[in-house]
């Protein structure tokens, strides 16, 4: 009878000792810019964004940023196709991935369609040569100023999307078209001359800002 709970749990043993499901492993490929808008440095950073956060989520097993660039130039010296030197297409990226032992690529590009600029993910499963996940953000390309942190902004998008969040489509971001400017400062300095009307009053016309809108009067 004493035999009796340790076969059990020699029976129990294995079903709570089961391993867990394996994690993709993941190669990020660079981002290709088709606008052509952005600096090499921009376009290396983003994609350094990106690995990183994919690696934070502990969704995927991330492929070294240097491992990948040695075994690119490994694969350009063994193809001696000098063109793999800009791995943007699949007939690099299948055969680099390959190389490395990964499960899937990453490939990411960014476009603009009319005032948008569109930052779309595809995830490629290596074995079936499938796309099996996908994700897209999109910001204002305009103005240039702060376009750098929208693209920040909207690589946090695509990698909380490609890990099961609820990444918005379109990144969080201010309207700063100049008119906007003007309002919202009409509108502040309105406010301050209706608090403290001994001091500032009512300004004339043409001491109003070009562009203005009047907020005063039917």
Known sequence: MRLLPTLVGLLVLPLSASPTAAKTK???MELLDQTRSLESSVLESLTDALRTQLAQSGSFIVIDKSRQAAALKKLVTEEKRESYKACYDSRCQIPLGQALAADSILRTKLTRVGSYLLLNAELVDLEKEA????????????????RDDRLLAAV???????????????????????????????????????????????RPDHERLPGSVERHGA
């Open 26 to 28: 993941l190669a990020v």
């Open 131 to 146: 796309v099996t996940g996908a994700a897209q953000a999109r910001v204002l390309a305009q103005p240039r100023a702060g």
């Open 156 to 202: 946090s998008a695509v990698s909380r999307q490609l890990t099961g969040g609820s990444g918005p489509a379109v990144a969080p971001q201010r309207d700063l078209h100049p008119l906007a400017c003007r309002r919202r400062l009409d509108g502040v300095l309105d406010e301050v001359r209706q608090r403290r009307p001994q001091r500032f009053g009512n």
